[in-house]
């Protein structure tokens, strides 16, 4: 049963506007949640997180917001660069009850930015 | 600043064969490290973790081995691999529970 939930396989977008990536979570045990960037063949590169405490946070263009009562979260990168085509994931914590507290990824978006 | 070091880049061996990937982490300390793997068209999914020297979790049960030898060095093992081990490998690091984790640039298992 997957527990992070990314059901947009791929975004296509204009270049200058707003992208929105959408995530839903199903554990209410998790508390942390990321989002990523990966380009192909490279590891994936962090781009900004948020607490459950709080319900957004801002970072340049992209802002993550949490609707912990829908369990769900959606990045937002706007305006849209064209370095910004590249598969996002979206990871949370907290659930495995470890210490380590390993990442729970979803299967990612291809956001990919059109001129 | 810290860095993070996985070799090899790419790999392809024959099933049956073992396997050995290594991971080193420099300018931290006592790090929580991970074992990830991206199968084709699917997310990441972790595979080991380790909050210490010899101490390692296994999330899923699997044809792999992790072990920590030293406090920066993680290694993915296997004594004889499958097809279905074949995949897209990462290592990662983080210090503390709620902090990022950070990712090597990965090795493209494949298994023939």
């Known amino acids: 049963d997957q527990q992070v939930k990314q059901n947009s396989p791929s975004l296509s977008v204009q270049e200058g506007r707003i992208s929105i990536l959408n995530c839903d979570y199903t554990n209410s045990m998790f508390d942390y949640f990321l989002w990523y960037k990966k380009y192909p063949a490279e590891g994936p590169t962090f781009l900004i997180s948020?607490?459950?405490?709080?319900d957004k946070n801002e970072d340049g263009r992209f802002t993550v917001f949490l609707n912990k009562s829908a369990k769900h979260l959606s990045l937002h990168i706007v305006p849209s660069q064209p370095g910004d085509s590249a598969v996002y994931f979206c990871?949370?914590?907290?659930?495995?009850?470890?210490?380590?507290?390993?990442?729970?990824f979803g299967k990612g978006t291809h956001l990919i930015i059109q001129p | 600043s810290q860095t993070i070091h996985q070799w090899p880049a790419t790999l392809v061996q024959p099933v049956g064969s073992p396997l050995s990937l290594e991971c080193t982490v420099e300018g931290t300390s006592n790090p929580n490290l991970y074992w990830y793997r991206q199968a084709a068209g699917r997310g990441l999914q972790l595979l080991f973790y380790s909050v210490g020297i010899g101490q390692i979790s296994s999330e899923v049960p699997q044809n792999l081995s992790a072990s920590r030898p030293q406090d920066r060095q993680f290694i993915l093992s296997s004594k004889k691999l499958l097809l279905s081990d074949s995949g897209f490998y990462l290592c990662?690091?983080?210090?503390?529970?709620?902090?990022?984790?950070?990712f090597g640039q990965g090795t493209r298992l494949t298994v023939v």
């Open positions: 948020i607490s459950s405490i709080k």
């Open positions: 990662a690091w983080s210090l503390l529970r709620h902090t990022e984790a950070f």
């Open positions: 990871a949370a914590s907290g659930g495995s009850g470890g210490g380590a507290d390993g990442l729970t």
